[in-house]
């Protein structure tokens, strides 16, 4: 007998609550932020207004589903199973928080606060919650956009995926020392001493790395198969070199860096927390991810 399907529900901890469990109180908050200029008031609205959001799109869950939530904190332990919907109720950096965990379930963005952020990925509204969780679910009517990850392979197996890009480098973001070549074997590689490597996709081309200088590339569309990079801050000595900043990646090529710090680490979206630890002498290879993340259009 098949599982029913599962909604879960993707939320992160608000501003507010992260102020309480600093300060204490409401009162307490308030008044830190005060003494700065600041008002407790639009925090705490935006709190609500996420806490309604994830409220409504629970009851909207059809009535033979099952249903789990799940905070952004434990995703790195939680078991998503294939007959999943996963909803995210938040804002887009949630979906790509979420995307490294998933293998190909059907992910539905919802916004909470429409209006304060782009949107590209948290697309729909709380009050769509059912007409979109009943496409989405046994015999999809829904159309699914398959959107570019990257993956980072390290030499003993470890492994990380991201949405929007991936970092390659120290965790103070301080010079790395590394060589940088193409996998094949192409190019001879590069020592380099820079702030690090990010390789991104199409949906994360036009954040992090385009600010960094990966703006001198085209950028990819979200679901092109392709992946660009970019050497940040490369510094030119006797023993470095500085002629390979920037590149494309499509089909089987891959990025290689060969360590030669003491510690580098790569980490996907943001979530330095969970990160691929690399020693001198190891490698990693970034390049297309096979698997993609499936959001609902």
Not at 72 to 85: H, I, N
Not at 182 to 190: H, L, R, S, V
Request: glycine fraction near 12%.
């Amino acid at each position: 007998m098949s599982l029913a399907p599962r909604a879960v529900l993707v939320h992160r901890t608000s501003e507010y609550e992260e102020l309480l469990a600093r300060h204490g109180t409401h009162g307490q908050a308030a008044f830190y932020l005060s003494s700065r200029g600041r008002s407790l008031d639009e925090v705490a609205a935006r709190h609500h207004r996420a806490l309604r959001a994830l409220t409504e799109v629970a009851a909207a869950v059809p009535m033979s589903w099952r249903q789990a939530r799940v905070e952004r904190a434990d995703l790195d332990r939680f078991l998503f199973g294939p007959e999943d919907v996963v909803v995210v109720v938040g804002a887009d950096g949630l979906v790509a928080n979420t995307a490294k965990y998933l293998t190909g379930q059907v992910v539905v963005g919802i916004d909470t606060d429409p209006g304060r952020g782009l949107g590209v990925l948290v697309r729909h509204r709380p009050g769509d919650a059912g007409a979109l969780l009943r496409a989405a679910g046994p015999g999809r009517t829904a159309r699914v956009d398959e959107l570019t990850m990257v993956e980072a392979v390290a030499d003993d197996t470890q492994r990380l995926l991201a949405l929007n890009e991936i970092y390659l480098g120290r965790p103070d973001h301080q010079t790395s020392r590394y060589r940088l070549g193409p996998d094949d074997g192409t190019a001879p590689a590069e020592a380099q001493a820079s702030s690090g490597v990010l390789i991104g996709t199409g949906t994360g081309a036009t954040g992090w790395l385009r600010s960094l200088g990966g703006g001198a590339l085209p950028a990819p569309s979200p679901t092109d198969p392709v992946l660009v990079w970019c050497v940040r801050e490369a510094w030119p000595s006797p023993t470095t070199g500085t002629s390979r900043l920037t590149g494309v990646l499509t089909g089987s090529h891959r990025l290689r860096l060969t360590v030669e710090s003491e510690r580098l680490v790569a980490f996907g979206d943001g979530m330095e927390g969970d990160a691929l630890e690399l020693t001198w002498g190891q490698t990693v290879r970034v390049g297309l991810a096979e698997v993609a993340l499936r959001l609902l259009a």
